[in-house]
């Protein structure tokens, strides 16, 4: 068993590249009630793998439109069998991946979950795939939920939330990651108008009148 963890490094080190991105802790701005374990696992990093011939991640179009693009995947470094799961090279390819498992694309809220219910720390499980800048957005979006445990029974403010968490992730980290102001910006404006149309769905008022303003600015210290 010797041949688990490090055989799978090494056969994709040429292929992909990593790179621990920073995620510290973010307090909680949406009212009381929307989450039940804001932060019941500190996070601190993700391990974010992307294939070494991708393209520039700056010369795609961001277009943060959507739950959940393909080419994100959470990888698991072991099997973690209380988690549905899939082979990981059907979904990330590019990876070098083999018989490694990932966690099944429909199984994000399952995650949320039992993550938090068997107090299993994301980390340990996953590492993430995502080749492009939309799927790494969801992908810190994500993140937010495994450590941050609601019950989803407001899923406007319950979102809004985990994007200004994956927002200012992504602004940490955004030299690393390759990400321009322009590029940011404009990440920010896709996410304000996604969240305009959840509180809309919802039949809700937007908690701020300029939900552009909001993402535009540092995270909040209160809504
Ligand atoms: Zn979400």
Request: net charge negative; glycine share 4%; charged share 25%.
């Amino acid at each position: 068993m010797d041949d688990g963890p490090r055989a799978l490094d090494r056969r994709t080190a040429s292929l992909a590249t990593a790179l621990m991105l920073d995620v510290p802790p973010m307090p909680c701005i949406v009212p009381d009630g929307v989450f039940d374990a804001w932060s019941w696992c500190e996070s601190d990093v993700i391990e974010w793998r992307r294939p070494a011939d991708a393209p520039p991640i700056l010369r795609e179009t961001p277009a943060i439109d959507g739950q959940n693009p393909a080419g994100l995947v959470f990888v698991m470094r072991e099997e973690c069998t209380l988690l549905p799961r899939e082979l990981a090279r059907l979904h990330a390819f590019g990876y070098g991946l083999d018989g490694e498992l990932a966690l099944a694309p429909y199984a994000i809220d399952d995650a949320t979950d039992l993550l938090y219910a068997n107090r299993l720390r994301p980390r340990d499980v996953f590492w993430l795939a995502a080749s492009t800048l939309d799927a790494l957005v969801w992908g810190l979006h994500d993140w937010a939920h495994f450590h941050n445990h609601g019950p989803f029974d407001q899923p406007a403010m319950t979102e809004l939330q985990c994007d200004l968490v994956a927002l200012a992730w992504l602004r940490r980290n955004a030299a690393r990651i390759g990400l321009d102001d322009a590029c940011l910006t404009t990440v920010a404006r896709d996410l304000a108008r996604l969240s305009r149309k959840r509180f809309d769905e919802e039949q809700l008022a937007s908690p701020v009148a300029d939900l552009d303003a909001l993402f535009l600015g540092p995270y909040p210290e209160t809504l």
